[in-house]
C-alpha cells in the first residue's frame, strides 16, 4: 500500500479470494483460499500461540503496521459490519488492524526534509507515520540530507551521482552498515559506499566523512525509532483505558510481537525504541512485587520466521468447521 505498485489497477472492489483462485486455478495449482489476514493481524495471532502476554504487534520494515486485542466495547458498531446478534453477545475482544501508517500527521513534528519528501510523493499524506519510520524512508530522508549539506558544507567529499538525480536510490540497507561498523577507519562503511560510485581509483572517502554520514544515520533512525515508541505506547494506553487497567501492574504488562527488516535487523533500532517506551511507561515506579520491566516490551521472535504467514495458519486450523 502507498509503495508505487501497480497491481490494483483494474482490480478495485472487486473480491481477491475470487481474483487470486481464478489465477490459480488457470495454472493448476491445487489450493483453496480460506481466509486472507492482515500481516499484523497474523503478526499477532502467531506470537500469542506461544506468548500469551502478546496483546498487540507491529510491522516494520519497508512499511509499518499495528494490531491490537481490544474489547469490543471500545469500537463503535459500525466498525463490525452487518453481524448477528448472537455474535456480540458470544464475543468480548476483538483483534484491530490499526493502519497506524496513516496516523502521525498533526501530531508528530516534522523537518524541512520530511515536507519535501513528502511534497515529491505520489500520495502525499497518505502515511504520515511510515513516511517517517520505514526502511523505505529512512534512506530517501537521508539522501535529502545530503543534498543539502553538499550545498551548504565546502569541503564536503563529492556526493555519487545517482544519488543526486534519483529518489530512493539509497537503500536502508546502507544505513544500517554505516551504524554497524565499529572499525577504527569506518573500513566496512567505505567498502559499503565505494560501488556507488562510478569506477575510478582515485575516489576517496575519509573517515571523517564516513563519520559524517553515520551521524546523520543515526539522527534519522533515533527520531524515528522514537517516533515509533511513541505510537506504541498510544495503542497501549488506548487498551488500559478500554479494558480499566492501571498502569505499572501485572495486568496492563503488554508484549508486542513484531516482524519486518527494520525491526528485526536494522541493528540499534529495536533497543532504542525499546528505551523509550521503558521511560514513557515509567519503569522504576513499579507497585511492590512487581518486576521492573517495562510495561510495553517489543518481543524478539526467537527461531520462528514469517509470523505472518504462521499466522494465517493458525487462522485457518482455528475455523469452525475444523478442516
Not at 503478526?43 to 519497508?62: F, N
Not at 519528501?117 to 529512512?138: C, K, V, W
Request: charged content about 20%; aromatic content about 8%.
Amino acid at each position: 500500500m502507498g509503495k508505487g505498485f501497480l497491481a490494483t489497477h483494474g482490480v478495485e472492489n472487486q473480491d481477491l479470494s475470487s481474483l487470486i483462485m481464478r489465477s490459480c486455478r488457470a495454472k493448476k495449482v491445487n489450493v483453496e483460499m480460506r481466509a486472507i489476514v492482515n500481516d499484523s493481524a497474523a503478526t499477532l495471532l502467531a506470537q500469542s500461540y506461544r506468548d500469551p502476554s502478546v496483546r498487540m504487534s507491529l510491522i516494520l520494515g519497508t512499511g509499518t503496521n499495528a494490531a491490537v486485542y481490544l474489547p469490543v466495547s471500545s469500537l463503535h458498531p459500525s466498525k463490525f459490519g452487518d453481524r448477528p446478534e448472537s455474535w456480540f453477545s458470544d464475543t468480548t475482544h476483538v483483534l484491530v488492524n490499526t493502519e497506524l501508517s496513516m496516523l502521525g500527521k498533526c501530531s508528530l513534528p516534522r523537518t524541512y526534509w520530511d515536507d519535501q519528501l513528502n511534497a515529491s510523493h505520489p500520495l502525499p499524506d497518505f502515511q504520515p507515520l511510515e513516511y517517517l519510520i520505514t526502511g523505505r524512508y529512512l534512506a530517501e530522508i537521508f539522501r535529502l540530507v545530503l543534498l543539502e549539506a553538499e550545498e551548504s558544507i565546502v569541503d564536503l567529499f563529492p556526493i555519487p551521482p545517482t544519488w543526486r538525480t534519483t529518489p530512493y536510490s539509497v537503500d536502508a540497507s546502507l544505513l544500517a552498515i554505516f551504524e554497524a561498523d565499529t572499525t577504527p577507519t569506518l573500513s566496512l562503511s567505505r567498502a559499503a559506499i565505494l560501488p556507488h560510485y562510478p569506477p575510478d581509483p582515485k575516489t576517496q572517502i575519509s573517515a571523517p566523512d564516513l563519520s559524517f554520514l553515520r551521524s546523520i544515520a543515526q539522527s534519522i533512525t533515533c527520531r524515528a525509532s522514537t517516533y515509533l515508541a511513541t505510537a506504541l505506547h498510544a495503542l497501549w494506553v488506548v487498551r488500559c483505558e478500554a479494558e480499566g487497567l492501571r498502569p505499572n501492574t501485572d495486568e496492563s504488562r503488554v508484549s508486542v510481537a513484531c516482524a519486518g527488516s527494520i525491526v528485526e535487523k536494522y541493528p540499534g533500532y529495536r533497543q532504542r525504541a525499546q528505551r523509550v517506551l521503558d521511560e514513557l511507561c515509567g519503569v522504576g515506579e513499579c507497585d511492590e512485587g512487581y518486576s521492573e520491566l517495562s510495561d510495553l516490551e517489543i518481543i524478539q521472535n526467537g527461531c520462528w520466521n514469517d509470523l505472518s504467514g504462521l499466522g494465517n495458519a493458525i487462522y485457518i486450523i482455528e475455523l469452525p468447521d475444523g478442516n
